[in-house]
């Protein structure tokens, strides 16, 4: 099967750097300038291997990138690599790699350095949290100065997107060999290069005059500063000391909806918040008693109330995810029925309600409000929810060891519909803290891993979706709308669905 990207795909990344792009005004993008984005969190390291905070991850991505990335729709294409091919039997790889890139030392970007980063990722000395990405290369091959071999263990259809993000950057190979510590110092072929770091208060970036796509980036410098508070965060903004705010939550976006010289930016987020449930606990161990809470649940009203309205239903996919989604309307135990829920409550041999705890903590306000709410809501089918509020590192270590009858929390999305179902609900799951085992789960989640039809593998995990609502081992609660906050002069710059704020390389000011 033959992955190869034509000239097609070359003409069209050649005009997104020489044409206005999409959403720009009529006049051609300024050159110059210095944009300024308010983080709420201090920035942790810069290793773009070693990093797992958000914030670090918005600094890296502009500096760092992978082999691919993916574009404002999700989909994927070509980065550092300029193509790729898959062998007919699914298992090798090979990624061509983009001539004439250079490293913000001046080296230029081989298929060697990218069989080091790798080899660095997986390297367990190293503790990459990235390394369960790439577990399934088997071998590694340079075939050519820039092109690479990568020979699965078995057939992998998420190993593109695996690939793919700063997470995975390539970083040089004299780098890896020589165990340069890279917390505190770039090497990556971004826009931007590091130019300045004062921990606590601000970092800040400079063009990169070699970038490979040329014309790109427009900007002089971009300045991260660290400011903790959100109404501290939006008077900066409305003051005009920052340009951006990321990530905004939803009584900024109340606020600042009308402000002057203010825009909002809005497109749908990949996380989604849950109420976890405990298998292993009584009354939870029984499908229908998790059917009852959903059916007591009004999402709907939790959006309004915790939200401001600015979410989407939370079903086992987002809306982002648009080829792989099944909405509300088609899944079961969705719409608030009460009458259903006792129904269901007495099926179990519940006649008399249930009781059960969700433990929550208040550095998840989102999560605690939500709890909160769901609280109210299900009194009236008998089912009590007793509230367990807990510091954050209480809540971590009951988490880890399933030491809860419920939680209520944040989970992290992915472009890939593998990246949120394997992990969190296949019995082996590194995530599946809820003890839920179902062979028949299993089973649809090994096909969609290897499965490499696209239609074929859009039913495999349709089927997982509709599983999952049966079987309900999580309550799905909402998918906030991801909002950015800038000033009426930016100009071309959106945030991507996972918060992703690597199209500053293409952002100018009006």
Same mark, same amino acid.
């Given at each position: 099967?033959?992955?190869?990207?034509f000239?097609?795909?070359?003409?069209?990344?050649?005009?997104?750097?020489?044409?206005?792009?999409a959403g720009a005004?009529?006049?051609?993008?300024?050159?110059?300038?210095?944009?300024?984005v308010?983080?709420?969190?201090?920035?942790?390291?810069?290793?773009?291997?070693?990093?797992?905070?958000?914030?670090?991850?918005?600094?890296?991505?502009?500096?760092?990138?992978?082999?691919?990335?993916?574009?404002?729709?999700?989909?994927l294409e070509?980065?550092?690599?300029?193509?790729?091919?898959?062998s007919?039997?699914g298992?090798?790889?090979?990624?061509? !790699?983009?001539k004439?890139?250079?490293f913000?030392?001046?080296?230029?970007?081989?298929?060697?350095?990218?069989?080091?980063?790798?080899?660095? !990722?997986l390297?367990?000395?190293?503790?990459?949290?990235q390394?369960?990405?790439?577990q399934?290369?088997?071998?590694?091959?340079?075939t %050519?100065?820039?092109?690479?071999?990568?020979?699965?263990s078995?057939?992998?259809a998420?190993f593109?997107?695996?690939?793919?993000?700063?997470?995975?950057a390539?970083?040089?190979k004299?780098?890896v060999e020589?165990?340069?510590?890279?917390?505190?110092?770039?090497?990556?072929?971004?826009?931007?290069?590091?130019?300045?770091?004062?921990?606590?208060?601000?970092?800040v970036?400079?063009?990169?005059?070699?970038?490979?796509?040329? %014309?790109?980036?427009?900007l002089?410098?971009?300045?991260y500063?660290?400011?903790p508070?959100?109404? =501290?965060?939006?008077?900066?903004?409305? %003051?005009?000391?920052?340009?951006?705010?990321?990530?905004?939550?939803s009584?900024?976006?109340?606020?600042?909806?009308?402000?002057?010289?203010?825009?909002?930016?809005?497109?749908?987020?990949?996380?989604?918040?849950?109420?976890?449930?405990?298998?292993?606990?009584?009354?939870?161990?029984?499908?229908?008693?998790?059917?009852? !809470?959903?059916?007591?649940?009004?999402?709907?009203?939790?959006?309004?109330?915790?939200?401001?309205?600015?979410?989407?239903?939370?079903?086992p996919?987002?809306?982002?995810?648009?080829?792989?989604?099944?909405?509300?309307?088609?899944?079961?135990?969705?719409?608030?029925?009460?009458?259903?829920?006792?129904?269901?409550?007495?099926?179990?041999?519940?006649?008399?309600?249930?009781?059960?705890?969700?433990?929550?903590?208040?550095?998840?306000? =989102?999560a605690?409000?939500?709890?909160?709410?769901?609280q109210?809501?299900?009194m009236?089918?008998?089912?009590?929810?007793?509230?367990?509020?807990v510091?954050?590192?209480?809540?971590?270590?009951?988490?880890?060891?399933?030491?809860?009858?419920?939680?209520?929390?944040?989970?992290?999305?992915?472009?890939?519909?593998?990246?949120?179902?394997?992990? =969190?609900?296949?019995?082996?799951g590194?995530?599946?803290?809820f003890?839920y085992s179902?062979?028949?789960?299993?089973d649809?989640?090994?096909?969609?891993?290897?499965?490499?039809?696209?239609?074929?593998?859009?039913?495999?995990?349709?089927?997982?979706?509709?599983?999952?609502?049966?079987?309900?081992?999580?309550?799905?609660?909402?998918?906030?709308?991801?909002?950015?906050?800038?000033?009426e002069?930016?100009?071309?710059?959106?945030?991507?669905?996972?918060?992703?704020?690597?199209?500053?390389?293409?952002?100018?000011?009006?």
């Amino acid at each position: 099967m033959n992955k190869r990207f034509f000239s097609a795909i070359f003409l069209a990344l050649a005009l997104l750097v020489t044409l206005p792009l999409a959403g720009a005004a009529d006049a051609a993008p300024n050159q110059g300038g210095e944009l300024l984005v308010g983080l709420r969190q201090e920035i942790g390291n810069l290793d773009p291997h070693l990093a797992t905070s958000f914030s670090s991850f918005r600094v890296i991505e502009v500096m760092y990138e992978g082999l691919l990335r993916h574009d404002e729709d999700g989909a994927l294409e070509p980065a550092l690599a300029s193509d790729w091919e898959i062998s007919e039997d699914g298992k090798t790889y090979t990624f061509h !790699i983009r001539k004439g890139v250079k490293f913000h030392d001046g080296t230029e970007l081989t298929a060697e350095d990218v069989k080091a980063s790798f080899e660095r !990722i997986l390297d367990p000395e190293l503790g990459s949290p990235q390394a369960s990405r790439l577990q399934k290369i088997e071998s590694m091959e340079v075939t %050519g100065q820039y092109e690479i071999k990568m020979t699965l263990s078995s057939k992998f259809a998420p190993f593109l997107n695996k690939v793919s993000g700063p997470g995975r950057a390539i970083v040089p190979k004299s780098v890896v060999e020589e165990g340069e510590n890279l917390k505190r110092q770039v090497l990556g072929t971004g826009p931007f290069t590091l130019s300045n770091w004062v921990p606590g208060e601000q970092i800040v970036l400079e063009n990169n005059e070699d970038y490979w796509m040329e %014309g790109l980036p427009y900007l002089d410098t971009v300045t991260y500063k660290i400011i903790p508070e959100a109404a =501290t965060r939006r008077a900066a903004l409305q %003051g005009g000391d920052i340009h951006v705010i990321p990530s905004a939550e939803s009584t900024s976006v109340q606020v600042l909806m009308e402000a002057k010289d203010v825009k909002v930016i809005s497109t749908q987020e990949l996380a989604y918040s849950l109420i976890g449930f405990n298998l292993n606990r009584e009354p939870l161990t029984d499908p229908k008693v998790r059917q009852a !809470i959903s059916y007591a649940t009004d999402r709907e009203e939790i959006i309004e109330g915790v939200y401001s309205g600015l979410a989407t239903v939370g079903t086992p996919l987002p809306p982002a995810l648009s080829e792989w989604y099944v909405p509300a309307s088609e899944l079961d135990s969705y719409e608030q029925d009460y009458e259903k829920a006792k129904e269901l409550l007495e099926e179990a041999g519940y006649p008399n309600g249930i009781k059960f705890s969700v433990i929550v903590s208040p550095t998840l306000q =989102t999560a605690l409000e939500i709890a909160q709410v769901l609280q109210q809501q299900l009194m009236p089918a008998g089912i009590v929810m007793e509230l367990n509020t807990v510091e954050w590192g209480t809540f971590l270590d009951a988490w880890r060891n399933s030491d809860f009858d419920s939680f209520a929390s944040l989970n992290g999305g992915s472009f890939d519909p593998d990246g949120y179902f394997y992990r =969190t609900f296949h019995s082996e799951g590194s995530t599946n803290v809820f003890n839920y085992s179902d062979p028949k789960m299993d089973d649809l989640l090994e096909k969609g891993r290897v499965t490499t039809d696209k239609e074929e593998r859009r039913e495999i995990y349709v089927k997982i979706q509709e599983r999952l609502v049966e079987q309900m081992p999580i309550l799905f609660v909402a998918y906030a709308d991801l909002h950015t906050i800038t000033r009426e002069n930016v100009q071309n710059f959106s945030q991507l669905s996972d918060r992703s704020m690597a199209l500053l390389r293409r952002a100018w000011l009006k």
